[in-house]
Each structure stands twice: as C-alpha cells, then as structure tokens.
C-alpha cells in the first residue's frame, strides 16, 4: 500500500503533467504561431518512441555556448524524456533557428541552480523562473543538449 507521501507525490504528477499538456504547451505554442516569443523558451523536437513522428515541446532554456540546457520538471518520465531515453538525437529551435543535437540527461547536475540561471538577467526574473519551476515539478532533472 503506497504511503501518504507517495501518493501526494504522484497526485501532484499527474496534475501538473495534465496542467502542461492542457493548458501551458497549448498557450505557449498558440502565442508562438502569434509571432509571440518569450527568450527563455526553446522548443524541443524529439522523435516520438511508439509512433516514430516527430514531437515538440516548448520548455525553458538557456544556450551557453554549444549546449542548451533545459529542465525536465518530471525527470524520465516526461513524454518528451521517454523519447529522449529511446532516442537522443533531437532538433531544438532557440531564436527561430534550428538546430541539430544530442539530448543527456545529467542526474549529478544542481537542477536549483540551473533553474536559477534561465531568468535572465535581474536577481527578481531569477528568482520568479526558479519559484514557478519548483512550483511545477515533481521529479526534476537536467537535460543537456549538445549542439552541433
């Protein structure tokens, strides 16, 4: 029998992936076809475990250098993270270009920290980027993408 923790722990998964696939991808994406962009969003195309298609995700990220680095909130068992697993070869648009890479996920990565450096500049965009992150996860984990 699952304890209390446990299954607070998965009701909260399930909100906030049900959350996200209803409500936030939907509206990020419809703002994007707007011509609407935010900065900190990327959008992630991995090609879908089962139907072989491609998928996309838009998701907070931050460029440095040749790596793009983004949160997956729900850890490996986001969608977008099981394709991942299945296949790591992903396309990734940042600034309307796209470009090709290869997806890792880094458990040894301070996901707090780096969550705290997608606001930008301003200890306040920081500080707002890391809350509504942490607000919104149950199972965070970083994802690096090496950029060709």
């Given at each position: ?5 446990a299954d607070?722990?998965?009701?909260k998964?399930?909100f906030?992936?049900?959350l996200?696939r ?6 990020v994406?419809a ?8 900065s ?17 995700v ?6 440095e ?6 949160i ?40 707090r920290?780096?969550?705290r ?9 920081q500080?707002?980027?890391a809350l ?17």
């Amino acid at each position: 029998m699952p304890t209390k923790s446990a299954d607070k722990a998965r009701r909260k998964f399930k909100f906030e992936r049900s959350l996200g696939r209803m409500v936030m991808n939907p509206v990020v994406t419809a703002l994007d076809r707007l011509g609407i962009r935010s900065s900190l969003v990327v959008e992630v195309e991995t090609i879908g475990r089962k139907s072989n298609e491609p998928r996309r995700v838009p998701l907070v990220g931050r460029l440095e250098g040749n790596d793009l680095w983004v949160i997956s909130q729900h850890g490996r068992r986001a969608g977008w993270a099981y394709n991942v697993a299945a296949n790591p070869n992903v396309r990734v648009r940042v600034n309307n270009e796209w470009r090709t890479g290869t997806a890792t996920f880094e458990p040894d990565d301070d996901v707090r920290a780096r969550a705290r450096t997608f606001g930008g500049s301003g200890r306040f965009r920081q500080s707002a980027t890391a809350l509504t992150m942490r607000a919104m996860e149950s199972d965070p984990i970083s994802v690096r993408i090496a950029l060709y």
